[in-house]
C-alpha cells in the first residue's frame, strides 16, 4: 500500500497559513526550499481537498490544471466541477474509498498538499504514515491549522531533521500506522 506523506511548511505555533491563507512570512528562498522542491520530484500523485487547489489560482494555477506537471492529481471536494479539466487532474469525494483506492494503485507515496481541514479528515482516519514538516521561524498566532480541527491524538516518531538557511527545518516524522 502506497504510503501518504503530508510535506507542509509550518509556523513554531501549527499554523500552515496566517490569517486569510497569508503565507507571507513563510521561508521562501535557500537551500531549504531548495531541498523541498527536489523531494516533490519524488511524488507521481498528489491529493489535496479543495480549498488548497483553490489557493493555487492566486500564484496563476487555472481551474482544472496542474499544479504539480509531473503528477497525477486527486482533488478531493463534494462540489467542485471543472469545465475544462486536464486528463490528469481528477475529483474526488470525500470518502475513505477513494483514499484506500488511490493508495492501492501502482506509483509511489503520495504526496498530500497542504489543507488543514482535508489533512485533519485523513488524520482523524488513520491515513496519514508520514508527516514531512518545512519548521518555519515564525509565530502565526491564528490562521489555518496544521490538521484543521482534528483533535485526534498520536505519539509520533522522529525519523530525522535538517537545518537549512533562514533558520527553516525539516522534520521528519512517522505516525504509529505506517
Known sequence: MR????????SLDGYIAGENGDISGFVYGGNGVEKY????????????????YEFGYQYGL???QLAYPH?????FSNQLIFRDQHPKVHVKK???????????????????CGGGKFAGWLLDHGKIDILKIKL???????????FGESKKNYQTSLISQERYDGGLMILTYSFPNA
Open 136 to 146: 518555519n521561524p515564525l509565530v502565526l498566532g491564528k490562521g489555518i491549522r496544521l
Open 62 to 64: 487555472n481551474p482544472g
Open 3 to 10: 504510503k501518504i506523506i503530508y510535506y507542509v511548511a509550518s
Open 71 to 75: 503528477m497525477e492529481h486527486y482533488i
Open 37 to 52: 522542491k527536489q523531494d516533490l520530484q519524488n511524488f507521481d500523485t498528489v491529493i489535496m481537498g479543495r480549498n488548497t
Open 94 to 112: 470525500c470518502v475513505l474509498s477513494e483514499i484506500e483506492a488511490i493508495q492501492g494503485q501502482k506509483g509511489g507515496d503520495i504526496y498530500l
